[in-house]
């Protein structure tokens, strides 16, 4: 028996004994006596995650220990920050904080580009007891607003601007128009002045960051942690769901930080000491716990990057960074290798870099191709390991774990189950179905610690959403199989949430944008393959009758509205004016088969079709605007 099936075994046999012993690694007020109950994991725990991550290395003598390396390409500038050094600012930060009026158990919402002031913002609401929400920097107003009233926070932080290749991102117009647009109005917003554009405050209600900083600093004020139940919420990160009201995911303090402790070593082989980078945002989840949780809680170093793949200034980034901080790990999404190869496909530029302590490159966000792996495997020889996970878990669910034993790579999967997920492929029934049988991929209740114990103010939106349609289970929304040795294939989303270069983002969403176009009397709005980015939005428009308008200008004014309502995440850059969709004769549009349609897969004529006369017609339209694959 292998490391791996020992302690999948171990976990199986006696789980609140397996979750009890790796709970001896956090340092908690009150220890927990009751690992699991009706309320969730370690109920009568009581903790601090900032005390975790920041004040227990400093009192155990790591305080001069690298903890942040801020790496910016875009303004080719980096700073490193201690244990110690982090802890004075996120200290101090929580004293602005406290200053105005943020106690525990209120709301604040992080609109910030990648920079450290951002993990600092995290941190401090942990330190608090308060929930962090953090958004996307550059989502766009509508999103923000939403987000402002479903949290409904005290107080906003967020920055004059982020930056992108060849362009500054204004994000104070954005945030003030999505406070204009909100219903619920924060009292008080923080803003980070950037040199690239400087923003225009409100009198009373906006502060600046640095100006906030220095009086906190004066009047002493650095608050110690505040004691939080291990249940408490650490924080709330929205995910795209479809239509209505914004998915609240939220995340427990106890079980969060147990689950991600215990990864750091066994899942991805990190050491305290070590160097660990993820390239991903502190908006999505990659970045609460990869970035900032994952690693400061392990005493790791941890590499906050602000640039791109390519362009920050070529293809060459990524070895650079791993060069010259020493990076350990990596863990990004396929997109940004797909992105890497296209530039340098021969992986010319790896041989400028030494990469001599860099051992792992992981991959998460969307499917890894093989392709992709194969050519990172050759690129950088060391093991390229894909894993799968979701905003819910907040954690891996299926990886190859590494710290426990490498196992043998089997291209297209993600790996095993990790303990802690019983994972199962079931049929509409819930009954499981044969190895190698396409189903649907569900978690066995109850969820492991660092999952989701609900969505935020929305208990029966949470049920609706992952309980219900699988008694018993969690649905992952995730469709594939298992093979005969207990690796899953994650093969599609069973939903109509797309994978854009590993940000989830709904179709239903979008489709909500075009709709509200007035020429536009239905649409739909597909996901089809992209070499680059996984997935891209594809939009399919019928026009009111009697508008007689080029169809080519009602087709830029629907990506116009898309980028504006939802942002340039979404890379919806093309729609197709077409005389009708698709539909089931209970009225329900098959976006599943115009999607094979659009990307050369073998499809069949649906049994409850209305008219199929209509799918030729949707070919024809694709083929016309050269976007039909060839099989």
């Known amino acids: ?285 990659v970045g609460h716990s990869y970035i900032v949780y994952g690693p400061l809680l392990h005493g790791c170093t941890t590499i906050l990057f602000e640039g791109k793949p390519v362009g920050t200034p070529d293809a060459g980034t990524f070895w650079r960074v791993i060069a010259d901080h020493g990076v350990k790990a990596l863990f990004t999404a396929p997109t940004a290798f797909r992105a890497i190869k296209k530039e340098d496909p021969k992986a010319e530029l790896v041989k400028d870099y030494d990469l001599s302590k860099y051992e792992m490159l992981f991959l998460a966000g969307e499917r890894g191709d093989p392709d992709t792996i194969q050519w990172a495997e050759k690129a950088l020889d060391v093991p390229v390991i894909d894993h799968w996970w979701q905003t819910e878990s907040g954690w891996p669910m299926a990886a190859n774990p590494m710290g426990l034993e490498p196992l043998p790579v089997k291209y297209g999967s993600p790996g095993v189950a990790i303990p802690g997920y019983d994972i199962q492929v079931v049929d509409e029934a819930s009954k499981s179905v044969p190895a190698g049988m396409t189903g649907a991929i569900v978690v066995k209740l109850p969820l492991p610690p660092g999952c989701l114990p609900t969505l935020w103010q929305n208990d029966e939106g949470f049920k609706a959403s992952y309980l219900s349609d699988y008694p018993g289970f969690y649905k992952t929304a995730d469709a594939g199989f298992l093979d005969e040795d207990g690796y899953l294939y994650v093969m599609s989303r069973t939903d109509d949430i797309i994978n854009v270069a590993g940000h989830r983002l709904s179709t239903g969403g979008m489709e909500e944008v075009l709709a509200g176009h007035p020429d536009v009397a239905e649409c739909a709005v597909i996901g089809v393959a992209d070499a680059m980015k996984g997935q891209v939005p594809l939009g399919f428009l019928v026009i009111n009758k009697g508008v007689n308008r080029p169809a080519e200008d009602i087709e830029k004014e629907a990506v116009a509205l898309v980028r504006e309502k939802i942002g340039p995440v979404a890379a919806f850059k093309t729609a197709l004016v077409v005389e009708r969709l698709p539909k089931t004769r209970s009225g329900k549009i098959l976006r599943g088969t115009m999607r094979k349609i659009a990307d050369g897969e073998e499809w069949t004529t649906p049994a409850t079709i209305d008219d199929p006369a209509i799918l030729s017609e949707i070919g024809d339209v694709l083929g016309n605007a050269g976007l039909r694959k060839k099989k």
């Open 1 to 285: 028996m292998g490391r791996y099936a020992e302690a999948y075994a171990s976990w199986k046999h006696d789980p609140l004994g397996f979750w009890a012993e790796a709970a001896r690694d956090i340092d908690w007020i009150s220890a927990p006596d009751k690992i699991y109950g009706p309320q969730g994991w370690f109920p009568d725990a009581i903790c601090n995650t900032c005390w975790n991550a920041l004040d227990r290395h400093v009192i155990e003598g790591n305080g001069e220990r690298k903890a942040l390396i801020y790496d910016s390409a875009m303004m080719g500038k980096v700073k490193h920050f201690t244990y110690a050094e982090l802890l004075d600012k996120v200290a101090t930060f929580a004293g602005v904080l406290q200053r105005h009026g943020v106690a525990k158990g209120d709301r604040v919402i992080i609109y910030m580009p990648m920079v450290p002031q951002a993990v600092v913002a995290m941190l401090a609401c942990a330190r608090l007891g308060a929930i962090h929400s953090v958004v996307f920097g550059g989502f766009a107003a509508k999103e923000l607003a939403t987000r402002i009233d479903d949290a409904r926070p005290r107080l906003i932080v967020s920055a004059s601007c982020g930056l992108e290749p060849g362009r500054v991102v204004a994000y104070k117009p954005l945030l003030d128009e999505a406070i204009n647009l909100s219903k619920f109005k924060p009292e008080t917003c923080i803003i980070m002045q950037r040199a690239a554009l400087e923003a225009s405050l409100v009198a009373g209600r906006d502060f600046d960051w640095v100006d906030e900083m220095e009086k906190a600093r004066a009047a002493g004020a650095k608050p110690s942690c505040v004691p939080v139940a291990a249940t408490d919420p650490l924080y709330v990160l929205y995910t795209s769901g479809t239509t209505g009201k914004p998915k609240g995911v939220v995340r427990d303090n106890g079980g969060h930080m147990v689950a991600l402790k215990w990864s750091m070593k066994n899942i991805y082989g990190m050491n305290p000491g070590e160097v660990f980078w993820a390239a991903s945002d502190v908006g999505w989840v």
